[in-house]
């Protein structure tokens, strides 16, 4: 079992920035491939960005266009998502996620394990 906690989240106007943190904890001696999601109520949860364990590869959400950079310290065990140009549309609740398959993680947007989430607001 993985415990992840996001913490970075807040309101900002458009245009600004936020970095996202996730901090894992628990069984993380296995290769852990991770990621964030975001939902807002009512509509479909979207991968935002998924980095593989030694962080060699990574992907992105069409709608991230450049704007967001996702990394993560495995001596920290903790993920990052720096968030910049941000638009009024990037609303939503963010979520860290893990696996140790990949494909469950960002192509079936299915990972065994889930943050409680932190909410980023952005203003117009």
């Known amino acids: 079992q993985v415990q992840l906690v996001e913490s970075g989240g807040g309101s900002v106007q458009a245009g600004g920035s936020l970095r996202l943190s996730c901090v894992a904890s628990?069984?993380?001696?296995?290769?852990?491939?991770m990621g964030w999601f975001r939902q807002v109520p009512g509509k479909e949860r979207e991968g935002v960005a998924a980095?593989?364990?030694?962080?060699?590869?990574?992907a992105y959400g069409d709608f991230v266009k450049g704007r967001f950079t996702i990394s993560r310290d495995n001596s920290r065990k903790t993920l990052y998502l720096q968030m910049n140009a941000l638009q009024p549309e990037d609303t939503a609740m963010y979520y860290c996620?893990?696996?140790?398959?990949?494909?469950?993680?960002?192509?079936?947007?299915?990972?065994?394990?889930w943050g409680q989430g932190t909410q980023v607001t952005v203003s117009s």
């Open positions: 980095i593989t364990g030694g962080g060699v590869s990574i």
């Open positions: 628990g069984d993380t001696s296995r290769n852990l491939h």
């Open positions: 996620a893990a696996d140790t398959v990949y494909y469950k993680l960002w192509d079936r947007s299915d990972p065994r394990n």
